[in-house]
T-cell receptor
C-alpha cells in the first residue's frame, strides 16, 4: 500500500549544487505533479506530466527540470540550487478521470535546505 | 484564471466547539472544489470534494462542506472539534472545462486549525 513515495525525505545542499528528487507511484496513474510548499504560500505547482514522456510547466517552473521516462516515476531536478529553493517539495499523482473531479494523491514530502 | 481565498491563516476553537473554515473561489465556470488536510510533517490528504452533484458534501472525520454558487463559497464545517483535528487545511479548485488543466489544482494558502482543550 505504498501510494506515492518520494526520495530523499531530507537533504541539505550548498548553493550551486545539483540534485534530483525521485517520485514513484504504484497506482498506475497517468498524471503526476511536483509542488512546492512555502509558509503562507500554500502549494504551488512546479511542473506536471500528463503521461509517460510528456512534461509541462506549472506556476513556478524556473530553476527546475523534470523527466517522466517511465509512467510510474517523475523526477525533479535542480541543476544549480539557490537558497530560494529551500522548501518542502511534494509529489502527487492522479487518474485521468474527466467529469468526476480529480482526486490527487500526495507523497509525504521532501524537505530541501539550500545553504 | 481561477483562484482560491481562505479567510484566516489561523483559527482556534475549543474542543467540542463548531469548526468553520472559510473558502471563497473565483472561477469563470462552476468549478470542482476540494478540501485537503495536512498533519505535521505529512503530505496532504483529501477530506472531501465537490464535483457538481450534491451541494452539501460529506467527507471523512465528520467534516462537511456546502457549495454555494451565489456566494462563490465552499466553507468547511464540523459540528464538534476534536483534538485530533488540529492540522492545516487547504481549499483547492480546478476548472473542469480546461482540458488538461482540469487535472491541475490551484490551492489556497491554508488555514491552520488549533484545538484548545
Amino acid at each position: 500500500n505504498a501510494g506515492v513515495t518520494q526520495t530523499p525525505k531530507f537533504r541539505v545542499l550548498k548553493t550551486g549544487q545539483s540534485m534530483t528528487l525521485l517520485c514513484a507511484q504504484d497506482m498506475n496513474h497517468e498524471y503526476m505533479y511536483w509542488y512546492r510548499q512555502d509558509p503562507g504560500m500554500g502549494l504551488r505547482l512546479i511542473h506536471y506530466s500528463v503521461g509517460e514522456g510528456t512534461t509541462a510547466k506549472g506556476e513556478v517552473p524556473d530553476g527546475y527540470n523534470v523527466s517522466r521516462l517511465k509512467k510510474q516515476n517523475f523526477l525533479l531536478g535542480l541543476e544549480s540550487a539557490a537558497p530560494s529553493q529551500t522548501s518542502v517539495y511534494f509529489c502527487a499523482s492522479s487518474l485521468r478521470t474527466p467529469g468526476i473531479g480529480n482526486t490527487i494523491y500526495f507523497g509525504e514530502g521532501s524537505w530541501l535546505t539550500v545553504v | 484564471a481561477q483562484s482560491v481565498t481562505q479567510l484566516g491563516s489561523h483559527v482556534s476553537v475549543s474542543e467540542g466547539a463548531l469548526v468553520l473554515l472559510r473558502c471563497n473561489y473565483s472561477s469563470s465556470v462552476p468549478p470542482y472544489l476540494f478540501w485537503y488536510v495536512q498533519y505535521p510533517n505529512q503530505g496532504l490528504q483529501l477530506l472531501l470534494k465537490y464535483t457538481s452533484a450534491a451541494t452539501l458534501v460529506k467527507g471523512i472525520n465528520g467534516f462537511e462542506a456546502e457549495f454555494k454558487k451565489s456566494e462563490t463559497s465552499f466553507h468547511l464545517t464540523k459540528p464538534s472539534a476534536h483534538m485530533s483535528d488540529a492540522a492545516e487545511y487547504f481549499c483547492a479548485v480546478s476548472d473542469p472545462t480546461s482540458g488538461a488543466g482540469s487535472y491541475q489544482l490551484t490551492f489556497g494558502k491554508g488555514t491552520k486549525l488549533s484545538v484548545i482543550p
